[in-house]
């Protein structure tokens, strides 16, 4: 049976009580825990009421503590310092090697999953937590230490480390094309484009890669819009269209056959995307050692 429960006093009184007793004043107290003078009075009264005693005199709005107050107050401080120093530790511990990367879902999924084994076999000391969301950066309220995302998509106050580059091409799964040849621009028009909107919107889509090629999308026929790149991706490779790919995210299912390029036309990007570490964030080695892997791993693709 566990006692604890039937022994302890009340839990939320010993804080208060700790600041009280090592101040000897309420006030203080209060003005410490950011709470009222009042809750402090409330609080140590509770104790008193649980533990049968005064732990402090009350004189001309002036406390001193009891020798029973003096003595319980040496033992919480303790107590209290313990546990705190025990949090402490258990905290620092798992972040002194962890590294947390934020990174795009899509390219968490098809760039860097394939290739974050390498960096592991470099530093098996660090270990590496990936965060992956769809939305911009500044939207993203958890901590995190290096984030990779698409040039242009807002990044608040978070410092840029560095950028890189990447290029977007038509591609669809080869079962699409069923064995035609190459098209050309104006063929385009006649097939089914899968497109993706995002909010805020993404660097580069059909209106914006046309134009780069001298053309406009008036004229093109409706086709699906998705809200999510990867999903985008995968209807490609489903076959329900052409949808523009990113060499870096793209290039993979390229490689394993699932899709195909079926224009020779590519629309270099010099700065595509971004890395930036997180603003008043540690300049840990081992953040540093990532922010230099992606940065390898990056522009030796470039």
Known sequence: MNMLGKTLPPLA???PFEAAARLESFSRA????????????????????NLGLKLFCRRNRAVFLTQEGRELGRVVSSALQSISDSAA???QSPRKNRVVLLCQLCEAFYWLMPRLSTFHQQHPE????????TRPLTEFNEHFDVALQSTGRPSGL??????ATDEVFPVCSPDYLAGSPLLSLSDLRLHTLLHHYATPPHLMEWDSWL??????LDGYPEGPVFDSYPLMLQAAVEGYGIALGWRRTAGRLIENGALVRPCAESVPLSDAISVFRQQGGDDRM???LLVEW???ELRSEG
Do not use: N
């Not at 134009?211 to 406009?216: I, K």
């Open 286 to 288: 081992e953040v540093r």
């Open 30 to 49: 209060a003005d410490e825990l950011h709470i009222t003078q009042a809750a402090i009075s409330r609080q140590i009264r509770g104790l008193e009421d």
């Open 158 to 163: 978070h410092v840029l480390a560095f950028t």
């Open 13 to 15: 009184s010993l804080l």
């Open 294 to 296: 992606l940065k390898e």
């Open 89 to 91: 530790t258990l905290r």
């Open 211 to 216: 134009q780069a090629c001298g053309q406009t």
């Open 126 to 133: 660090i270990e590496i937590q990936v965060a992956t969301s």
